[in-house]
């Protein structure tokens, strides 16, 4: 079975800093590899993925992430942060090459400070 | 991305009455819709997956007669917790995935409180 793990549950950073949350996660093949980001009070709007190909993926809101095979990390990265990405993030693997089963790490809250 | 509308957004119940969520697929055929659950400051657990036209598969420990789960077209499926209690409490999402898709799309999420 699939597994996530997200080492940081909390993460502050200065408005304008550089950002990078870790995600490892363990599956024997190829994973599809998720990043979600949820709102207090919301769902999960998804910013990135990664099933094939380059291994650097950009996403939405100036998001990227790396998919590192050897260290069987995901981590998610973002040059400057913005208030408004205070939030939780979720990395989450997708076994069998879809994204039915999906497991979710513990997720990592971020707060900005202005 | 795709929008997964689910309603209501927050419903407050007293213990022993049953609660209808609902899970719209607004923008493309949803075959498989799931059904998750997520205690403050913790993870998403899967409930259920919920299959257009068949019966659930429900996960390990979640009790299929307490948690109804309705899938009736491809763009709506239901969730109904009969005779909640308070530890039934939580936060509540849906989502969607579409044929031929390998994105799952999230709802906003139902607030359930019960008294």
């Known amino acids: 079975a699939q597994s996530v793990t997200q080492p940081d549950i909390h993460i502050t950073v200065s408005e304008g800093a550089s950002l990078e949350l870790r995600c490892n996660y363990s599956y024997g093949a190829t994973p599809y590899l998720f990043w979600y980001v949820q709102s207090p009070g919301q769902g999960l709007q998804l910013l990135l993925k990664y099933f094939s190909g380059d291994t650097l993926v950009q996403g939405i809101k100036g998001f990227e992430a790396e998919f590192k095979r050897s260290q069987s990390s995901f981590n998610l990265r973002k040059p400057s942060v913005h208030w408004s990405d205070a939030a939780e993030y979720f990395c989450?693997?997708?076994?069998?090459?879809?994204?039915?089963?999906?497991?979710f790490g513990s997720g990592t809250q971020l707060t900005v400070l202005p | 991305g795709a929008v997964v509308s689910q309603h209501p957004s927050r419903v407050i119940c007293k213990s022993g009455t049953s609660v209808k969520i609902e899970c719209r697929s607004l923008?493309?055929?949803?075959?498989?819709m799931f059904w998750y659950r997520q205690f403050p400051k913790q993870s998403l657990m899967l409930m259920a997956t919920s299959n257009e036209g068949s019966k659930a598969t429900y996960e390990q420990g979640v009790e299929k007669d307490k948690f109804l789960i309705n899938h009736a077209s491809l763009t709506l499926s239901t969730l109904t917790v009969t005779s909640a209690h308070p530890e039934d409490s939580s936060f509540y999402i849906c989502s969607s995935l579409g044929t031929g898709k390998n994105i799952q799309y999230f709802g906003a999420g139902t607030r359930l409180s019960v008294l």
């Open positions: 989450a693997v997708g076994a069998d090459g879809s994204a039915r089963q999906l497991t």
């Open positions: 923008d493309f055929q949803a075959t498989t």
